[in-house]
């Protein structure tokens, strides 16, 4: 099997300094030690193998489906899938997709916004909530919203119960996000985008280029949010800012939480997610692009990234950490997916958070453009495609 490595470009006119970084408080989802920000490059795939990485086998679960953005699994071999651009919500089991009763006609899609991401309550067993981040119409337009629905008991559709937060931004559609994460401690955890608006990210008033932590039951902020006590509304759920298009979330067994997000032209980023931490992108005046990922000449202290990609781009999307014995050399790693690359990427971080390696395994190269990663029950990889037609939902384990 092909593998690609990470290299380290450790050349004095390419490296960038490494700059402090704001230290995590002991609930944050974050390392305590310093990141550096990192360039990398993708070299040529060689044909060196290490039995300590497995064989990995992949297979078609789901087939036929539309840009299918997020898969989750439910009970007795259950999955659920949503589909951006149709907003059809979808239930599959034992080789059968069934399409759920649910309002596709209410989801607004354009460009990069849909029915986007799903989280599953981890008491569904008894409340059967799930949790969808979509595009919605408004009175005077439409917006990005995260909703809570209830499951019906003959698994043909579901009804929602509340709209928990409204208001993140959407322009076009561009950068709509929108990625959500159930935390350990039971918080809500949405990633977002800037809609392509340059105020957003660094604006604490603005929803856009955030993360944010709610409670996911009754929709307010979670009660240790940084700015929990606030005037301004908005401003209760903002975890952290200063980001452009998160599009990954994913809790380490250590606690942390790690966020994956788009670049511009370059430096897609993985980062750990650190309380009331600034990442620093601020493409003003207008939607400057050119301008790098962190501002340092912004007030305060800016976080840099654990890994970035360099140039050129790779559209990093979703990720999950890869957990069990059966998977080797990987077990522990960050498994993200790209867009752009077309690739599934196992990135090896160590405890203080510093970037370690990089695999690439061929046999994940073959199915185009990536977008999420789940990691299923049984430590297998569910993993959707996003080529627009003829998608599928993948199942990576290991041989």
């Not at 230290?23 to 070299?43: E, I, K």
């Not at 510093?354 to 453009?369: A, E, K, N, W």
């Amino acid at each position: 099997m092909w593998r690609f490595s990470v290299v380290l470009l450790l050349s004095s006119a390419l490296a960038m300094p490494a700059t402090a970084t704001a230290q995590p408080s002991p609930d944050a989802a974050g390392s305590s030690s310093a990141l550096s920000h990192r360039w990398l490059s993708l070299p040529k795939p060689s044909p060196a193998r290490s039995s300590a990485f497995p064989d990995l086998s992949v297979r078609r679960q789901v087939s036929g489906l539309e840009t299918p953005w997020d898969v989750q699994q439910l009970p007795h071999g259950r999955l659920l899938i949503t589909e951006r651009d149709t907003g059809r919500l979808i239930l599959w089991r034992h080789g059968r997709k069934r399409v759920l009763h649910f309002p596709s006609s209410r989801v607004w899609a354009s460009s990069e916004t849909g029915l986007m991401s799903l989280a599953v309550d981890p008491a569904f067993r008894s409340n059967r909530r799930v949790y969808t981040c979509q595009g919605a119409f408004t009175p005077t337009g439409h917006d990005v919203r995260i909703e809570a629905w209830r499951m019906n008991r003959h698994w043909t559709g579901v009804r929602r119960i509340k709209v928990l937060l409204r208001g993140l931004p959407a322009t076009s559609g561009r950068h709509g996000g929108c990625r959500l994460l159930i935390a350990r401690n039971g918080a809500l955890v949405v990633g977002t985008g800037d809609a392509a608006t340059g105020t957003n990210p660094e604006n604490l008033g603005s929803l856009g280029g955030k993360v944010l932590r709610l409670n996911r039951f009754t929709g307010k902020a979670w009660a240790d949010n940084p700015f929990a006590h606030a005037s301004s509304v908005p401003r209760r759920y903002v975890l952290n800012y200063g980001h452009r298009n998160v599009q990954g979330l994913a809790q380490r067994a250590d606690g942390t939480i790690w966020s994956v997000e788009h670049g511009p032209d370059r430096d897609d980023e993985i980062n750990v997610v650190v309380r009331g931490g600034d990442y620093g992108w601020n493409p003003v005046p207008g939607y400057n692009e050119s301008v790098p990922m962190t501002d340092d000449a912004l007030p305060g202290t800016q976080i840099h990234a654990a890994w970035s990609s360099g140039f050129p781009t790779l559209a990093t999307s979703g990720a999950a950490w890869v957990s069990g014995s059966q998977w080797g050399e990987y077990d522990g790693t960050l498994a993200v997916a790209a867009l752009k690359a077309s690739r599934l990427m196992f990135f090896r971080f160590d405890a203080a958070g510093h970037f370690v390696s990089m695999q690439t395994p061929d046999v994940l190269t073959h199915f185009g453009r990536l977008r999420s990663v789940t990691r299923a029950r049984n430590g297998d990889l569910l993993v959707t495609t996003s080529n627009g037609t003829g998608d599928s939902v993948l199942r990576v384990s290991p041989r």
